[in-house]
């Protein structure tokens, strides 16, 4: 079963990398510039399976953002790719299954482990 990514990053050179490294991993992969635009992708096609979110995006958070995306798409599994040292997922996100094991600080060296949580997630 081919998997189906939308990585939600403002900053395009992490958001093109990492998109390109998914792709060679074998999965399908698309890109968002923020929140808003996720929204918009998910309530257009609600066939992604994972969605890779930074925290820091303008207007709609990464926390907001994956309020709205499990309204709209509640089967969306999610992973946090994030700048931010100091992040603490709010109790709500933690009920979403989003645990340690789904949070990665940027920059990362090795995508590796990101592709490896990505494909734990996997729905059968």
Known sequence: ??????????ESLIAS?????LEDEGLTADTAAS???AVEVLQKD?????CIMDMRLPGMDGNAAMRSIHAICPE??????????????????KRLGIMDGRLFQKP???M???AEAIKSLKIS
Do not use: C, Q, W
């Not at 079963?1 to 403002?10: E, F, K």
């Not at 609600?46 to 994972?50: A, V």
């Not at 969306?76 to 996100?93: A, C, E, K, Q």
């Open 46 to 50: 609600k066939g992604y399976d994972i």
């Open 17 to 21: 990398s990492l998109k390109i490294f």
């Open 112 to 114: 590796a482990p990101i």
């Open 35 to 37: 929140g808003e635009e």
């Open 1 to 10: 079963m081919n998997m189906r990514v939308l990585i939600v990053d403002d």
């Open 76 to 93: 969306v599994r999610f992973i946090v790719h994030t700048g931010s040292v100091n992040y603490i997922v709010p109790n709500d996100l």
């Open 108 to 110: 990362l060296a090795d």
